[in-house]
């Protein structure tokens, strides 16, 4: 019961860290890191998939209401919430199907992988969603690409430190 | 029947996701098709108290920047007043227009559809289609209003539409956003015999209701003769910083009922 009360709190807290400031850093005037997207990459393993699913659309949707974007990121952390337990099966095989993975005991390697692909899932559906159009394939990649790399080193800054660190 | 249920239960988690995620997606079309979803927006007073908050703490960090532009905004309108020049008037001296001074607590120019949140609403009489300029340009126009909060449609936004002219030969066309430079704009529709040098200004011109004749919107940056080639399009360089606003002023045109009663 602790715990969960201590995960919705946290959830709380990046939602409002991402609206407040990290959707205002404009690096380079279009560069912003998502870190929000870290508390559905790591969201518990054993949650009924439904509420998880759930739970990664009313968080999209919170941070649209703040951004003015429209469902785009609701859309976005739908599609990785649901495509999560695919890429949990590649990357992890029989340990994830056995249910024995831990985050808290993530090897470096394996990790990587995971979160980049969950990341450049997540970033390539809310940019192209927000562009919405074939003609500038270019800003969609470039958005892309730039906006991964931040969201990247934070998530793994993060990781470190409230994940790792707990074990 | 049975079946039925059973093949809804084992399926459950992938109906839900496609049945939000089609929710999501007629949010995002119908906005960006139609310019008509408005149930989301940060103006409802619950997700702006917290912009407001965030800037009441923040607004101390920037005073020195923003007072060096309301001395400029300050010299220049003094020297209007002392030279009594009629024709580059930036705010309007008639009774026409009334003019309430505000502050933008949330800003955005990295996406292709911007909005601005400014702390002024219905209790300060701001509607819906109303101007909104800074001491240098256009920025926007009011879309969505509660009690003590607006949004407002920036200039760079994909769907902002502003008839605009250039202001030596009077010629009109229409300012748009392709998106990409959040310091440019693309005025569209300028006849091809217009004579134009790089360094004029574009001004907003006398037909729209909402803002009134000749606010500065930019200066020519380039210019090239589009596909038809018998017009000529603009690239407009901002005159109004948006990565950087604090101080804006709304302008409400108080015979836009009366003028839009006509065309119905």
């Given at each position: 019961m602790n715990k969960i009360v201590s995960n919705i709190l946290f959830s709380i807290f990046l939602i409002f860290f991402q609206a407040m400031f990290l959707n205002h850093?404009?690096?380079?005037s279009f560069v912003n890191p998502y870190l929000y997207i870290f508390l559905i990459i790591y969201?518990?393993?054993?949650?009924n998939r439904s509420i998880f699913i759930l739970t990664a659309f009313l968080a999209g949707l919170i941070i649209d209401f703040f951004s003015d974007t429209h469902a785009i990121h609701a859309a976005a952390c739908l599609c990785i919430a649901y495509f999560r337990t695919y890429y949990l099966k590649i990357f992890f095989g029989m340990a994830y199907q056995h249910q024995v993975v831990k985050f808290k005991h993530l090897e470096f390697k394996q990790n990587f992988l995971y979160l980049i692909t969950m990341i450049f899932t997540h970033h390539l559906i809310l940019f192209s969603l927000e562009v919405?159009?074939?003609?500038?394939l270019n800003i969609i990649f470039k958005k892309t690409i730039s906006s991964l790399i931040f969201s990247f080193i934070l998530v793994i800054i993060f990781f470190e430190f409230f994940i790792k660190k707990s074990r | 029947m049975q079946r039925i249920i059973y093949f809804l239960n084992r399926n459950k988690e992938l109906i839900l996701f496609l049945s939000l995620l089609l929710f999501c997606f007629y949010l995002n079309i119908s906005y960006n098709q139609?310019?008509?979803?408005?149930?989301?927006?940060?103006?409802?007073s619950f997700f702006s108290f917290f912009f407001d908050k965030k800037r009441n703490i923040s607004k101390y960090l920037d005073l020195e920047y923003q007072n060096k532009i309301l001395v400029e905004e300050n010299s220049k309108l003094k020297k209007q007043l002392f030279n009594d020049?009629?024709?580059?008037?930036?705010?309007?001296?008639?009774?026409n227009f009334e003019v309430t001074a505000t502050s933008v607590i949330k800003n955005s120019y990295?996406?292709?559809?911007n909005f601005l949140t400014v702390n002024a609403g219905s209790s300060e009489k701001i509607k819906i289609d109303n101007g909104v300029i800074s001491s240098n340009g256009v920025i926007g126009i009011v879309d969505k209003v509660s009690e003590k909060y607006s949004r407002v449609i920036s200039i760079?936004?994909?769907n902002f539409l502003l008839n605009a002219k250039?202001?030596?030969?009077?010629f009109f066309g229409v300012i748009s956003w392709?998106?990409?430079?959040?310091k440019k704009v693309q005025l569209k529709?300028?006849?091809?015999?217009a004579n134009i040098t790089i360094g004029d200004s574009i001004v907003t011109g006398?037909?729209?209701?909402?803002f009134p004749k000749g606010i500065l919107v930019g200066t020519v940056e380039s210019y090239k003769l589009d596909f038809s080639e018998n017009y000529i399009e603009i690239e407009v360089l901002l005159s109004?910083?948006?990565?950087n606003l604090d101080s804006v002023y709304i302008i409400n045109n108080n015979n836009f009922e009366e003028i839009i009663s006509l065309y119905e």
């Open positions: 850093i404009n690096f380079m969201f518990p393993l054993k949650t919405f159009s074939f003609a500038h | 139609y310019n008509k979803s408005k149930f989301i927006n940060s103006s409802n020049n009629h024709e580059i008037v930036g705010l309007p001296k008639q009774k990295n996406m292709q559809y760079i936004n994909k250039h202001k030596k030969t009077n392709n998106g990409i430079d959040p529709d300028i006849p091809k015999r006398g037909n729209s209701l909402i109004s910083d948006l990565r």
